[in-house]
């Protein structure tokens, strides 16, 4: 996958959020050098209705999408059920890991680079700006965007490319577009 051209892509809600909350939710993602994935989540609310993790010292945190989280899956080769996760927090916090099949054998990687997250504020927007190099890791075209939006009464929305589960599943293979 080489990809130099910036593409947009639409999240949509599993279900849908809290009336006044989250208006919309979009990615860019841009690949300026193969290997190198440069993402921007765009996410349009009211911004005092949301619990916005505090920034924190850029670091792999475990558990992140138990708060508002942004997600990208990345599958190794395009015969091999084999994927990445990455997980970008508002507060500059990643996780980043890599799993053998669906939901099995996750194990933390260490990319070449840690990914880079900057966040930006605006009043009625949140932008999180990902930069993760993976130049030396195999992956292919296959590409799925997730996100967990956490609102002011603590509750969860899961925004995907598309929901093929009965619940909210972004590590489901059916999730993933070809690029």
Known sequence: MSLRLPRRFSLRPFTPSAPGVVRALDVQLEEPVRGTFVLRYA??????????????????????????????????????????????????????????????????????????????????????????????LPHAGRIAFSAVVEDDAGDLSYWALKHVSPKPDFHHPGSSITL
């Open 43 to 136: 996410l349009h609310a009211n911004l005092s209705r949301l619990r916005i993790p505090a920034t924190r010292r850029p670091r792999h945190t475990d558990e992140l999408w138990k708060h508002t989280c942004f997600e990208m899956f990345v599958r190794k080769s395009p015969d091999s059920p084999a994927y990445y996760e990455l997980n970008a927090s508002p507060s500059t916090e990643w996780a980043f890991y890599t799993f053998d099949d669906y939901h099995q054998n996750r194990e933390p990687v260490n990319p070449p680079l840690p990914p880079r997250v900057r966040l930006t504020r605006e009043s009625d927007r949140l932008c999180l700006d990902v930069r993760l190099e993976m130049r030396d």
